[in-house]
């Protein structure tokens, strides 16, 4: 299996999608009113999708899971260039930082960051930003879903593609008891020869749990990671 997704909520689907698409200068694959799909490629990394998919459930104003975005050498010009695309200042507590706060058009906060050599060949999504009760547990269980390494970056934990290119991902230790459903959640594809069955048998051996829900009857497979922040595994793709 491997990482595909970035699955991010949206009461407007179409408005997030393409607030996020001109931010980030990615490819359009699907343009629905109850879902938009974005390509985030980088040159010799992974290849991730972002999708903007439907839901109802209010925004949590500080969220488990967000991005930083890698503004370069002139952090001034990106933030101004994302407020004309409609992007707003947002102050949660963070005092004086090196990085700026921004929310996107549906109040989702994310940050854009100094220069840092660490964030080098990432793209224009620098991290996901995952926390957690324990980063060092998490990041070993992700490690074990994705087959990222481990990396030197800026977080307590860090995890990169073997590529040595593409965003990092991050855990951070929470300070805030989770709140509601995650609104940015990971998907993994299966592969032709992965057994789900004993896919979920193995991770829930990691500390995953799966979930029970209400959604009816899905393609994919829901759970949580060891801190209860959700993912899904998607079913392998047909030949």
């Not at 997704?5 to 931010?23: I, M, T, Y």
């Not at 989770?178 to 020869?193: C, P, T």
């Not at 057994?195 to 899905?218: F, I, Q, S, T």
Request: with cysteine; hydrophobic share 40%; proline share 7%.
């Amino acid at each position: 299996m491997y990482l595909e997704n970035l699955v991010l909520d949206a009461a407007q689907p179409q408005v997030r999608g393409q607030f996020w698409e001109q931010a980030l200068g990615t490819q359009t694959l699907t343009d629905e009113p109850d879902i938009v799909e974005t390509r985030l490629s980088v040159d010799g990394g992974p290849t991730l999708d972002l999708c903007f998919q439907q839901v109802t459930d209010p925004v949590v104003p500080a969220p488990r899971l967000h991005l930083d975005l890698h503004a370069g050498a002139d952090q001034a010009a990106t933030v101004q260039r994302l407020l004309g695309l409609g992007a707003t200042h947002l102050d949660l507590g963070q005092g004086d930082v090196p990085w700026v706060v921004l929310a996107d058009p549906e109040g989702h906060p994310f940050c854009v960051l100094e220069d840092r050599e660490t964030y080098r060949d990432t793209g224009p999504v620098a991290a996901v930003v995952v926390q957690g009760h324990d980063p060092g547990r998490d990041a070993a269980f992700w490690a074990e879903l994705t087959g990222w390494r481990e990396y030197a970056g800026s977080a307590p934990q860090s995890l990169r593609h073997p590529s040595g290119r593409g965003l990092v991902l991050e855990f951070l230790r929470g300070a805030a008891p989770r709140a509601g459903k995650n609104q940015l959640h990971l998907d993994l594809r299966l592969e032709a020869d992965d057994d789900l069955a004993a896919l979920v048998e193995h991770v829930e051996g990691l500390g995953a749990v799966r979930l029970d829900h209400d959604w009816g009857d899905l393609p994919w497979t829901s759970l949580q990671d060891p801190s209860g922040n959700e993912f899904c595994f998607l079913p392998a793709r047909s030949e």
